[in-house]
């Protein structure tokens, strides 16, 4: 097996077990056995657990965001890009092994502990933010309701791991039509 294979391989596992059961409940060997690569060859991929931690979040912030991108874009032309964010969100609280936002329950787990993965987590949120800027500004927002929007989106995302249902995005998406009908 080649560098490239396993380290598909091991991330795909890791980030499974991670979300599922959190970083700190996963070791190595659980990432080895669930990946089918040896502990040997897991280690030269990923010399320590915080450099897979960070592989997986850079890994899942790519395919979150694109998957994201992907539902807004596609959206018919007149409808809200905007409130097609809380659409999506409804999609993925609605999935079989949803378990709240990876970087919120990632940096709950170690942000205090571990600046890289903190800053990773940052990353996130503010490439999230940024997203939501431009799509606001599309539709004619003023900046200041840029933050409140990306609230509601937040707190919807945690909200929704507590009570196990996607209604929360709804609920966003209804907070967020009244802000921006006040602008």
Known sequence: MDRAEAEARVLEAAEALYYERGVQAVGM??????????LKRLYQV?????????????????????????????????ESRLLAVYDWLYE??????FRGCAFINS????????????DAVRAHKGAFRDY???????DGQPEGAVGPLVLLAEGAMTTAAISGSPEPARE????AALLMAAR
């Open 132 to 138: 939501v800027a431009g799509l606001a500004a599309a």
């Open 92 to 97: 993925w609280f609605s999935e079989p092994d």
């Open 172 to 175: 966003a998406r209804a907070g």
């Open 46 to 78: 990923f010399p320590s657990k915080s450099e897979l931690v960070l592989a997986c979040l850079e890994r899942r912030d790519r395919r979150w965001r694109a998957r994201l991108a992907e539902y807004v874009d596609g959206r018919p032309a007149g």
């Open 29 to 38: 060997d659980q990432v080895r056995a669930a990946s089918g690569v040896s």
């Open 107 to 118: 940096f709950g787990e170690l942000g205090a502990v571990d600046p890289a993965v903190a």
